[in-house]
């Protein structure tokens, strides 16, 4: 594992980023009109009502609002980032080329950008966003797919993607990379047994709706069911404006440094600082798919990588996501590979308690393990902010739910 050149690496270029995002929050006033077309007023969040735009949570000074009347996740911004007071200068040179308008400044630029007057913002990009033609009610489309309004009328899917958000494909080397990623440090873990972690694209899809919506923090997990599995999933998200660093390498430097934070039996050092962590920890989930979404504003691009998991994590597991033991892999001789259990792509119907069994790969069903989706009509899976600090590259997210603690023992 190359972790400490990559983390020092994106620590350096992120801590930079986000102190930039952060100064770009303060005046997003002055570049955009303020909107609030699509807020819902009022709307409760954290246990007090609103009936205006709030910065309350962990999104700096940049101005928010629900897009439910119970906050679940689902925000937008009260920017109009369509009608930006930007403008392009009509000639500027970069690195002694003259440019007039939008345009490609480097060879290895991704988007278009051009030079303007404004000394807060001197180089802009030019997004090819346009406004939806689709008809939406506070976000949400009104022709939202049967399957998905059935399990939730406000599922991740019925949501409108941001026109802001471009989808960035994900490479086979780089799935590949995510898996070996996830792989090495579930290996490196001493549980009776641990799952080999296999690509899904149904997992990798819904992730890409979440990414593609362009707010930074999650949506509850029976939002983001899957009609074919009828089982919550799991869900890792990070954020940064440094759109170069390698996929695997955010997830390296989030998990490897919360990693030092997590206590087995314990939990987190500090309230939710270790939560991405023991989410991928989690000993049987058997399945992972990723997105990668950029979102490109005029003032500044939010990337967004977003990996959900089968299965979700839930309050009561988090302390103990997988089974401690001297040995890894005692509980699966027949399939223990490097560590872990490789089942392959083998999956099992978890929403009629069927469960994976790593030493026979074969599903059978315990009536005292979880299993329908009614018995969690709570959500009461983690939902969590991502540490203050510690990795530059992670930016605090507002947190649906505090983190539940046990209750004592009577």
């Not at 009828?230 to 998990?255: A, C, F, H, Y």
Request: charged share 20%.
């Amino acid at each position: 594992m190359v972790r400490q050149f990559i983390v020092s690496v994106s620590i350096v270029l992120i801590c930079f980023s986000f102190y930039a995002e952060r100064v770009l929050a303060a005046n997003y006033a002055s570049v955009y009109p303020f909107d609030t077309s699509n807020c819902q007023f009022p709307f409760n969040y954290n246990g007090k009502t609103y009936n205006n735009c709030t910065t309350d949570g962990d999104n700096g000074n940049t101005l928010w609002c629900s897009l439910t009347t119970d906050y679940i996740g689902q925000f937008t911004y009260c920017y109009d980032f369509f009608k930006p007071s930007l403008e392009c200068s009509s000639s500027f040179q970069v690195n002694g080329k003259t440019f007039t308008g939008c345009s490609l400044l480097s060879k290895s630029a991704a988007y278009k950008q051009c030079k303007t007057n404004n000394t807060d913002f001197p180089t802009i990009y030019c997004p090819d966003a346009k406004k939806p033609t689709t008809k939406t009610i506070k976000g949400r489309r009104t022709n939202c797919e049967q399957k998905f309004k059935s399990i939730s009328d406000v599922h991740t899917k019925c949501f409108q993607p941001s026109p802001f958000a471009v989808k960035v494909p994900i490479t086979d080397d780089e799935k590949q990379a995510l898996l070996d990623m996830h792989n090495q440090y579930r290996a490196a873990v001493p549980s009776e047994h641990m799952f080999k972690l296999s690509w899904n694209d149904k997992l990798a899809d819904m992730a890409q709706a979440r990414g593609d919506l362009c707010v930074f923090d999650h949506d509850l997990a029976g939002n983001r069911i899957i009609p074919d599995y009828g089982w919550k999933n799991g869900q890792n998200l990070v954020w940064s404006t440094e759109i170069r660093l390698p996929l695997d390498s955010l997830i390296d430097s989030m998990l490897g440094s919360e990693k030092e934070r997590f206590v087995y039996g314990v939990g987190c050092t500090s309230p939710g600082s270790c939560l991405h962590y023991t989410q991928a920890m989690l000993s049987n989930i058997t399945h992972m798919g990723c997105a990668h979404t950029h979102c490109v504003y005029t003032t500044h691009i939010d990337r967004f990588l977003t990996c959900n998991y089968l299965q979700s994590q839930y309050a009561s597991k988090y302390m103990t996501p997988y089974v401690n033991s001297s040995l890894s892999a005692t509980k699966c001789p027949q399939t223990a590979v490097d560590g872990l259990c490789d089942c392959g792509d083998k999956s099992c119907n978890y929403g009629i308690g069927e469960y994976l069994d790593p030493n026979t790969c074969t599903c059978k069903v315990d009536k005292s393990k979880r299993s329908l989706n009614k018995r969690d009509a709570n959500d009461d899976d983690v939902l969590i902010a991502a540490p203050r600090g510690g990795a530059g590259n992670l930016l605090s997210k507002r947190s649906i739910n505090y983190l539940r603690k046990p209750k004592p023992k009577s």
